[in-house]
C-alpha cells in the first residue's frame, strides 16, 4: 500500500540519550500494533525530546507520527502520536508518561509505599480515604466481579502472591498456603462509600491486587491526557493493553493483529482496523509454570485458587481501557459460553476467545461474540 504522499511519518524511537528517526520513512499501514504481545518487565529505553537526526524538514502544518516509550508498571509502555510539532509531541508523550508513572505510586501491589498496600494494610481497622482514581478502579473493579460472579476479584492478592513463590521454585503451592490464602479472597468483604470516597476492608488477612485492571486504567488515562493537549491521532499501548484514539490521517483506523497462542496461530488470523476504542488480550504465553508436564497459567481462578490450566487467550474490545483489561480477565476464567452472555450484556463490548479444546490432541478452538469485528468470523 503506498504512502499518502501528503501525510509524512517519522518513527521516532528514544535509545538512551538519543531521538532516531526510521530511515526511510514508513507509512500509515506500517505501524501495526500486535494485540497481546509484552513488552519487557523492565529495563529499555529512556525517553529522548530532542529533534531526530536526518530525514526530510517537517512542513509548517504537516501531521507526522512519532513513537516514545519507556517502561513502566512492570511492561513497556509505548505511544504512538501524530503532531505537527515534534516539540509539542515529545512534551505530551512525556507528560502521559509522568501521569502513568503517577498511577504506578497509586495502585501498585509491589511498591512497599504505594496507596494500594498501605490500603490493605490500614483499612481492616477502619474506613480510609482514598484517591480519585484509585475509589474510580477499586469501583470498576467490583462492578466486573459482580458481572461475573467473582471471576474477576482484586482481593486475589494473597493467592497472586502464593502462585508467584510457586512459580519461582517449579513447583505446585502447598496445599495449607493455598487454602488459607483462598480464604481471604471474596471482593464481597470490600466495602466502598462513594460519598466519603473511603474503602473498608471487612478480614485482616486481605491483600488488593489490581494487575487485572490496572494496566488498562493507566493506558486509557494516558490516551485521554494526550488528547487533552491536542494528541488525539494516538494510540497507547501497554503489553497486552491497547487504547486508541482517533485514526492516524486519511486511514479508517489503526491496524490491530490479533495474536494466536496456537503452534499453527504464528501468523496472526486476523487484522481489526479499529479507533476510539480499548483492546485488551489475556493470556498464558509468558507467565505459566509447569509441573509435572502439567501447564498452570499466571491467571488464577478465585473460585478454586488455582492457577488456569485451559492455555489459550482472550481478547476484548470495549470503549475504555479500563473496562478492556478487567474483562479480558474475566472471560479468561469463565467457561467460553459464560464468557460470551457475560460479554453481550456490556454495551459496546466484544470478544474472540481461543482455547486449547484437548491438550493430548494439541486442538484449538476459537469464539467470537456477536459484536466482534467480522474478521475474525472465519476462524472460529
Known amino acids: 500500500?503506498?504512502?499518502?504522499?501528503?501525510?509524512?511519518?517519522?518513527?521516532?524511537?528514544?535509545?538512551?540519550?538519543?531521538?532516531?528517526?526510521?530511515?526511510?520513512?514508513?507509512?500509515?499501514?506500517?505501524?501495526?500494533?500486535?494485540?497481546?504481545?509484552?513488552?519487557?518487565?523492565?529495563?529499555?529505553?529512556?525517553?529522548?525530546?530532542?529533534?531526530?537526526?536526518?530525514?526530510?524538514?517537517?512542513?509548517?502544518?504537516?501531521?507526522?507520527?512519532?513513537?516514545?516509550?519507556?517502561?513502566?508498571?512492570?511492561?513497556?509502555?509505548?505511544?504512538?502520536?501524530?503532531?505537527?510539532?515534534?516539540?509539542?509531541?515529545?512534551?505530551?508523550?512525556?507528560?502521559?508518561?509522568?501521569?502513568?508513572?503517577?498511577?504506578?505510586?497509586?495502585?501498585?501491589?509491589?511498591?512497599?509505599?504505594?496507596?494500594?498496600?498501605?490500603?490493605?494494610?490500614?483499612?481492616?481497622?477502619?474506613?480510609?480515604?482514598?484517591?480519585?482514581?484509585?475509589?474510580?478502579?477499586?469501583?470498576?473493579?467490583?462492578?466486573?466481579?459482580?458481572?461475573?460472579?467473582?471471576?474477576?476479584?482484586?482481593?486475589?492478592?494473597?493467592?497472586?502472591?502464593?502462585?508467584?513463590?510457586?512459580?519461582?521454585?517449579k513447583r505446585l503451592p502447598d496445599a495449607a498456603e493455598l487454602a488459607k490464602a483462598k480464604a481471604a479472597v471474596d471482593y464481597r468483604n470490600i466495602e466502598l462509600d462513594p460519598q466519603a470516597r473511603t474503602v473498608f476492608l471487612k478480614r485482616p488477612d486481605m491483600k488488593l491486587d489490581l494487575g487485572g485492571i490496572a494496566k488498562g486504567y493507566a493506558a486509557q488515562q494516558a490516551l485521554e491526557l494526550l488528547a487533552a493537549r491536542g494528541m488525539r491521532r494516538a494510540l497507547v499501548v501497554a503489553g497486552g493493553d491497547i487504547t486508541l484514539g482517533a485514526p492516524p490521517p486519511g486511514r479508517a483506523g489503526w491496524k490491530i493483529a490479533i495474536d494466536d497462542p496456537s503452534p499453527e496461530g504464528q501468523a496472526s488470523p486476523c487484522n481489526l482496523v479499529l479507533h476510539d476504542v480499548a483492546i485488551a488480550t489475556s493470556g498464558d504465553a509468558h507467565q505459566f509454570v509447569d509441573v509435572g508436564g502439567q501447564r498452570y497459567s499466571h491467571i488464577i481462578n478465585p473460585a478454586d485458587g488455582m492457577g488456569l490450566k485451559n492455555s489459550g487467550s482472550t481478547t476484548v474490545i470495549a470503549p475504555d481501557g479500563t473496562m478492556a483489561d478487567a474483562l479480558a480477565t474475566a472471560l479468561s476464567v469463565l467457561p467460553v459460553s459464560e464468557g460470551l452472555r457475560l460479554i453481550e450484556s456490556v454495551e459496546g463490548a466484544s470478544a474472540y476467545i481461543v482455547r486449547q479444546s484437548s491438550p493430548a490432541l494439541a486442538g484449538w478452538r476459537r469464539f467470537s461474540s456477536r459484536r466482534f469485528p467480522q474478521a475474525c468470523e472465519d476462524v472460529r
Do not use: N
Open 1 to 169: 500500500m503506498a504512502r499518502s504522499p501528503d501525510v509524512p511519518i517519522v518513527l521516532v524511537f528514544a535509545v538512551g540519550l538519543t531521538c532516531f528517526a526510521v530511515s526511510p520513512p514508513c507509512g500509515p499501514e506500517h505501524l501495526t500494533v500486535r494485540a497481546g504481545r509484552r513488552g519487557p518487565p523492565g529495563g529499555g529505553p529512556s525517553l529522548a525530546l530532542r529533534a531526530p537526526e536526518g530525514g526530510p524538514p517537517a512542513k509548517a502544518g504537516v501531521l507526522r507520527a512519532y513513537e516514545y516509550s519507556l517502561p513502566r508498571m512492570g511492561t513497556l509502555f509505548r505511544i504512538t502520536l501524530y503532531s505537527a510539532s515534534q516539540a509539542e509531541a515529545g512534551k505530551s508523550a512525556m507528560a502521559a508518561f509522568e501521569r502513568v508513572e503517577q498511577l504506578e505510586e497509586s495502585l501498585s501491589a509491589f511498591r512497599d509505599e504505594s496507596e494500594l498496600v498501605r490500603l490493605s494494610q490500614e483499612a481492616v481497622s477502619a474506613p480510609r480515604s482514598v484517591s480519585p482514581e484509585l475509589f474510580y478502579v477499586l469501583d470498576k473493579s467490583l462492578q466486573v466481579s459482580r458481572l461475573s460472579g467473582g471471576a474477576f476479584d482484586v482481593t486475589i492478592g494473597p493467592l497472586v502472591e502464593v502462585w508467584r513463590q510457586a512459580r519461582r521454585a
